[in-house]
Nanobody
Framework: QVQLVESGGGLVQAGGSLRLSCAAS????????MGWFRQAPGKEREFVAA???????QYADSVKGRFTISRDNTKNTMYLQMNSLKPEDTAVYLC??????????????????WGQGTQVTVSS
């Protein structure tokens, strides 16, 4: 059974930083593509960042230069370092994974496995 467990969310002031973690179990993590999405109340789930099994990264324009996605295959864990946070970054952040050979990183429908999410709140 695949499990993805996020941690690291919280309340932070604008301009601050947070580091999210996603611990994976039950899948071949090193050969899986992984991603972060976020969802604010009343809005659609939104792509944030992705990292391929080979380590290539993709970012939404809204977070480029502020967020960094990474993975540690020895720990089966993915990270999202979030700097210069803005109130509009407030959302539930969800970890996603898929072990298909190729996926559309930007589409939440492409990922088979999901965590339950961690709340990030940025105050102004």
């Amino acid at each position: 059974q695949v499990q993805l467990v996020e941690s690291g969310g919280g309340l932070v002031q604008a301009g601050g930083s947070l580091r999210l973690s996603c611990a994976a179990s039950g899948l071949s993590f090193s050969s899986s593509h992984m991603g972060w999405f976020r969802q604010a109340p009343g809005k659609e789930r939104e792509f944030v960042a992705a990292i391929s099994a080979s380590g290539d990264t993709q970012y939404a324009d809204s977070v480029k230069g502020r967020f960094t996605i990474s993975r540690d295959n020895t720990k089966n864990t993915m990270y999202l370092q979030m700097n210069s946070l803005k109130p509009e970054d407030t959302a539930v952040y969800l970890c996603a994974g898929d072990d298909a050979q190729w996926i559309n990183f930007y589409s939440y429908r492409a990922y088979d496995y999901w965590g339950q999410g961690t709340q990030v709140t940025v105050s102004s």
